[in-house]
């Protein structure tokens, strides 16, 4: 749909000051709308390419040197992360008249799976704070996450929500505009106002898995780690992508190392025979 078809307007409500919150408050603090100035990038593939970097060992007798977390972040480099787009809406507060629900969306590599049972699977991820899309999370206590294909369709739209989201509804509106992607509405227009996730549709998306957070206590799935949160949810739909319908073999998720975004290469099997002919 377009900017103009009612299931896009419906999810994003006629533009307001948007307001964001606190770490650990819901009480929307208004901040001014500044217009986007960004476009989608395009993408395309390349060939493998081997780790820049070569991380070196750090002094055990010197832990608080401060070229620890330099190297630890090298050494992290070198790991191969899914990346996926979450997304959330901040809920209009009541008690703040002249705001509305307002759209979220983060990309982040800090998914992955906790337990399968009982009752439902549970979902990990961890969001550095401050953050708009954290508000929205902990605000609406829903939220959306979408597996991206490992293709430059399914980067395209992970580079995009790299770049923030300030301008609330107009984020979504570009990617809809020029980044071959569609908003669409989970539910009613009174359900997305009360803190429906949106859902975003296109060649790049393979699989949305809708989540609640975890109402378990004390820590009601919000658990604070020095400047980051990690943010527990438990699985409560997954609706299939157009990206994963296009094709007749199934796609990877992608993945990004080393600053790049990356697609899944040959197996490491058991036995000879192996692609290098031992």
């Avoid at 996450?145 to 509804?169: K, P, Q, Y």
């Avoid at 984020?171 to 803190?195: D, K, Q, T, Y």
Wanted: charged share 20%; with cysteine.
């Amino acid at each position: 749909p377009s900017p103009s078809d009612p299931s896009f307007t419906s999810l994003l409500p006629p533009r307001q000051p948007f307001h964001t919150t606190s770490p650990t408050a819901t009480t929307p603090t208004p901040h001014r709308q500044r217009p986007i100035q960004r476009h989608p990038r395009a993408f395309h593939l390349t060939g493998p390419e081997p780790p820049s970097i070569h991380p070196h060992s750090s002094s055990a007798t010197t832990p608080t040197d401060p070229s620890l977390p330099e190297q630890f972040r090298t050494v992290m480099r070198l790991l191969t992360n899914s990346v996926v787009v979450c997304t959330s809406t901040q809920p209009a507060h009541p008690g703040h008249p002249g705001t509305a629900a307002i759209p979220r969306a983060m990309t982040m590599s800090s998914f992955t799976s906790l337990a399968l049972t009982p009752p439902s699977p549970v979902v990990s991820l961890n969001i550095a704070v401050p953050s708009r899309t954290y508000d929205a999370v902990a605000a609406s206590r829903r939220f959306n996450i979408h597996v991206l294909a490992d293709d430059e369709s399914g980067a395209r739209v992970a580079d995009w929500f790299t770049g923030g989201n300030a301008e609330g509804r107009e984020v979504f509106e570009r990617l809809v505009e020029e980044g071959g992607v569609a908003v669409v509405r989970s539910g009613s227009a009174a359900a997305v106002e009360s803190g429906e996730a949106p859902v975003l549709e296109g060649d790049g998306v393979l699989y949305v898995l809708r989540c609640k957070l975890l109402d378990d206590e004390p820590a009601r799935g919000l658990v604070r780690v020095r400047d980051h949160v990690i943010v527990l949810g438990e699985v409560v739909e997954i609706v299939e992508g157009s990206g994963a319908q296009r094709e007749a073999e199934e796609r990877f998720g992608l993945l990004y190392a080393d600053r790049r975004y990356r697609q899944l290469g040959g197996c490491i099997t058991p036995g000879g025979d192996g692609i290098d002919g031992k």
